[in-house]
């Protein structure tokens, strides 16, 4: 289906009323506030020309809705410091029974009036005597590992060591890959000389794909793409070529699904995941199962493959589908029940979770300002937990708990604990779980929080970084406190302290190496025009010591009026070892920094950012350092520049569009 | 920073150019009218409510955030107010309720959008016509219409989809 199909649905503008005159002539429009350069006026309309009866009425029904509010809200609050956990997994029985689940889930939520469960028919305790025994397979994979000297390459900025993400561009120091539009270009580069570009067409006749994203084996480049709108059900394809003579060995496409994300496991036997929301189609007396095409075949499931747990909105499934990619490629799938398209994933080499937002109206409040809306209801999230090994998936429990998993990296596994920051305005938290074992079972038990003072008031998590045992948090409403949480003993976080600056940041992360001690931050710039709103003004990007309990600012770069992909895509971040780069946005200027090491004034240690290098590029591009060269490369252009940041080779191509596909191709989303 | 004509011309009301309203009038009838007539079918219930919503709109125009939406910002505008007046009178209109409705409007007339609410409103889920209106009629983006309805951007999109399903008759 295709969205000029749905330009069909439109109405006729001469229904609608013509009031322009009518509000033109009106006391308010030719009366209203107008902004100047001098500081506004404080004049206010005079509201005291009443008599004494409608006021005292009126601060009565004040009083009576401050009165509603507060029982409202207390019955809220402590709905908000509970959490439940579900560690039974079911199985599908037959087709019928598909049926009856997903219908007592449709009733639950029709007719349940605390919105999905009530909180307080399943609160659990912390157990605070708990010991964890045999710890769960989780790995200290984050933040490990140092720069190989031996062969000096870049990488794509990740979240986890060793848990790959798909990019636009990817390089294996031998080529470089890159996307553009239908087509994926390929370089190879050598000193910084860069060869001919080879282009390979993903598929013939296909007038619409979108998004395709490469990773990089020893053995394959892998591309996925999709037929249809981004974020619709359309047919996902994995198009898997010999990473030497770039034939294709192998494809695989589901249909009528949505690709939530995906991950590349390294190792001797790298293995891809790829997570899928499937909506239930109809089917006679019940729902389709999942379908999967690979090489141009049908693998059937069967009912009973599919598994739930009773505390999720069973009415999608969730298909993971796993890839080795050997000498042999091998697919496995596992498909459950439960909701939509997840908010977060967090993947390490062991384990994957995911977190979605519901929301919980069973503590509905009156609320009078119409900029707020007029339903009251709690931010909970669900969070499911699977361990993978070896391309085998197990579904293992699920997390409820307040609040709202803002993104990957809100989430982290360290030392057999599970640790996730929470935002929900004024009731911002980092909770800490650990999975014990309660007789047969493994069971999450939350261990630690930080509930309190992390946020000052009408604030939300804007985002978050963890470092082994250090948690570094950002909340804005305009102002961004950035708070370090020690997390090293997991049954007592403690904030340890914090600091503030203009704006706030979306992107944090630690630097490694010779900088650990420092952090950085890309985030913007943000003016105050009233009490509760104000306005971007631009990005910026910081340097921090966060040696000590209070994070300090040691330098701060602001850009004007632009947004850099980088504030929200981490993937656009070049980080290698002292070396920051990403394209400002700055008439499309591509900025690669250096952190330096210096001695302040008094004789201290500090840091300092210096530019290195600047070129104007696509807004959507990439930078690769292959053996002391810089490869920095676009949808249509690749160059390379030597170490002392000098130009050395550069080739331009027109972009991977055939323009009779162009064409349709523009008329889509 | 580079805004859009309709944030320009924000700019340049809350400056004091009267003639700028002109230009938001006519960017933000249809998404104004639209929110309404998801609740109001009466004409002259949605011309009240659309002349509160930009009295509203002009009064508090200072608080809009420049470079966001501005539809998306009129829009929430117009839903809560026609949803508290709702929510006053507790008033269920019917088609037929109302002459100068079915003056405008006879069997064959009906637009496709009608028909469409037809299909929403014979197995109602909560949202599912606004995410219709919002994104298919008006065009706004997932992201914008989480912020009008208050939901996340991976709910309006579960809706949307469902949504689509259930008009795919008249596709």
Not at chain 1, 460 to 472: A, G, P
Not at chain 1, 599 to 618: C, F, H, M, Q, R
């Amino acid at each position: 289906m295709r969205k000029r199909d749905l330009k069909k649905f439109n109405i006729n503008e001469n229904e609608i009323p013509d009031i322009k005159e009518r509000i033109k002539n009106s006391y308010e429009f030719k009366n209203r506030k107008v902004i100047s350069e001098e500081a506004p006026s404080k004049k206010r309309i005079n509201f005291f020309n009443r008599s004494w009866a409608p006021a005292i009425l009126g601060v009565g029904v004040v009083i009576l809705v401050c009165v509603i509010s507060l029982i409202s809200t207390t019955i809220s609050e402590s709905r908000r410091n509970s959490y439940t956990t579900d560690m039974s997994l079911n199985y599908v029985s037959s087709k019928s029974n598909l049926k009856e689940i997903v219908n007592y889930s449709k009733s639950r939520e029709k007719n349940n009036s605390a919105g999905w469960f009530s909180l307080f028919g399943a609160s659990f305790k912390a157990m605070e005597d708990a010991s964890p025994v045999d710890a769960p397979n989780s790995i200290d994979s984050e933040n490990g590992g140092e720069y190989s000297e031996e062969y000096a390459i870049s990488e794509t900025n990740k979240q986890v060591e060793n848990v790959d993400e798909a990019d636009v561009v990817k390089c294996d120091g031998n080529r470089v890959y890159r996307v553009s539009g239908q087509y994926i270009y390929v370089n190879d580069i050598n000193s910084g000389n860069i060869g001919e570009t080879i282009k390979i067409k993903l598929k013939e006749n296909n007038k619409s794909f979108i998004n395709p994203e490469i990773y990089l084996t020893d053995l394959y480049l892998v591309v996925l793409f999709s037929d249809g709108w981004y974020y619709s059900s359309s047919t996902i394809n994995v198009n898997i070529y010999d990473i030497e003579t770039l034939e294709l060995v192998k494809t695989y496409q589901s249909k009528s699904r949505s690709l939530n994300t995906s991950r590349l496991v390294m190792g001797n036997e790298p293995i891809l995941y790829l997570i899928f929301n499937q909506y239930l189609v109809e089917d006679g007396s019940s729902y389709e199962l999942p379908n999967e095409e690979i090489d141009g075949k049908e693998v059937e499931y069967d009912y009973s493959d599919i598994c739930y747990f009773n505390t999720l909105r069973n009415n999608c499934y969730t298909v993971i589908v796993s890839i080795k990619l050997g000498e042999e490629i091998n697919i496995n799938s596992q498909v459950q029940l439960g909701d939509g398209y997840w908010d977060a994933v967090y993947m390490t080499e062991s384990s994957i979770y995911l977190a979605r937002v519901h929301y919980d109206y069973s503590s509905r409040y009156i609320s009078f300002n119409v900029f707020e809306g007029y339903d009251g209801y709690d931010t909970v999230s669900v969070i499911v937990k699977y361990t993978i090994n070896n391309g085998e998936i197990t579904p293992i429990g699920t997390i409820r708990t307040a609040g709202q998993v803002i993104n990957q990296f809100a989430m982290s596994e360290y030392n057999g604990y599970f640790r996730v920051a929470l935002s929900q305005i004024n009731n911002n938290k980092v909770e800490v779980y650990r999975q014990d074992k309660d007789g047969e079972e493994y069971k999450f038990k939350l261990v630690g929080k930080v509930d309190k003072d992390l946020g000052e008031k009408n604030e939300v998590i804007k985002s978050v970084t963890f470092n082994k045992d250090i948690c570094l948090v950002v909340t804005a409403k305009n102002t961004d406190p950035m708070y370090k949480i020690d997390l090293s003993d997991p049954t007592l976080p403690v904030i340890m302290g914090k600091f503030k600056e203009d704006g706030y940041n979306s992107y944090l992360q630690y630097l490694k190496g010779d900088l650990e001690g420092y952090a950085i931050g890309l985030g913007y710039m943000t003016e105050d025009i009233s009490e509760y709103y104000n306005i971007r003004k631009g990005a910026k990007f910081g340097l921090y010591d966060v040696t000590g309990d209070n994070p300090v600012q040691l330098q701060l770069i602001e850009y004007a009026d632009v947004y850099p992909e980088a504030c929200e895509n981490h993937k656009a971040l070049f980080i290698y070892k002292n070396y920051v780069g990403f394209n400002t946005n700055q008439q499309n200027k591509y900025v690669l920094y250096s952190i330096d090491k210096t001695i302040d004034g008094e004789g201290n240690e500090s840091a300092v950012i210096n530019v290195k290098l600047e070129y104007a590029i696509d807004y959507e591009s990439r930078l690769y350092f292959v053996n002391d060269y810089f490869y920095l490369a676009s949808a249509s252009r690749l160059v390379s520049f030597d170490s002392d940041y000098q130009k050395v080779n550069e080739v331009i191509d027109d972009y991977g569009y055939d323009y009779e596909d162009w064409y349709d191709y523009q008329l889509m989303d | 920073m580079i805004y859009n004509d309709l944030d320009k011309m924000v700019v340049r009301f809350l400056k004091g150019e009267d003639d700028a309203f002109d230009y938001i009038y006519d960017e933000t009838k249809k998404t104004v009218y639209l929110s309404i007539y998801q609740i109001f079918k009466s004409k002259d219930k949605i011309e009240d409510i659309m002349q509160d919503t930009y009295l509203k709109a002009i009064e508090n125009m200072h608080k809009y955030e420049i470079g966001t939406n501005f539809k998306a910002w009129i829009a929430k505008i117009a839903r809560n107010l026609a949803i508290n007046d709702y929510n006053k009178n507790k008033i269920i209109e019917h088609v037929d309720d109302f002459d100068d409705f079915e003056n405008d409007k006879k069997n064959s007339d009906i637009s496709l959008v009608d028909r469409a609410y037809e299909i929403l409103d014979a197995n109602p889920v909560k949202y599912e016509k606004e995410v219709f209106t919002y994104r298919i009629v008006i065009g706004l983006g997932y992201r914008e219409i989480g912020e009008i309805l208050d939901i996340p951007k991976s709910t309006v999109f579960d809706i949307y989809n469902r949504c689509i399903k259930k008009i795919k008759e008249l596709l």
